[in-house]
């Protein structure tokens, strides 16, 4: 019923800057909590940031000032604009929203997208 669809991934140099993307469609009644989070080889899956309906947001310690976080209600998307990147930043990233669908509510999940950041 709902599809979370991610893009803007891929590869850049350090100190470089990407954009990703995260739109979800389907039988959506209202999109919650918005976030981005991180998995990279052999780590554990980590919040790099989230942002409330009303536009509230928080941020990792270690992507704080360099990565900003927005969302476009109206078309029940996310954004990550990433500069500054720099190697640790690589991993795979999924958004993650909190969709009320009819009186449901839940977590959904992007099939996530590769970020690699080379020194």
């Known amino acids: 019923q709902v599809q979370l669809v991610e893009s803007g991934g891929g590869l850049v140099q350090a100190g470089g800057s990407l954009r990703l993307s995260c739109a979800a469609s389907?039988?959506?009644?209202?999109?919650?909590?918005m976030g981005w989070y991180r998995q990279a080889p052999s780590q554990q899956r980590e919040l790099v940031a989230i942002i409330g309906r009303g536009g509230n947001t928080n941020y990792a310690d270690s992507v704080n000032v360099r990565f900003t976080i927005s969302r476009d209600n109206a078309k029940n998307t996310v954004y990550l604009q990433m500069n500054s990147l720099k190697p640790e930043d690589s991993a795979v990233y999924y958004c993650?929203?909190?969709?009320?669908?009819?009186?449901?509510?839940?977590?959904?999940w992007g099939q996530g997208t590769q970020v690699t950041v080379s020194p």
């Open positions: 389907g039988r959506i009644f209202r999109a919650n909590t």
């Open positions: 993650k929203v909190n969709i009320q669908v009819d009186t449901t509510t839940m977590n959904y």
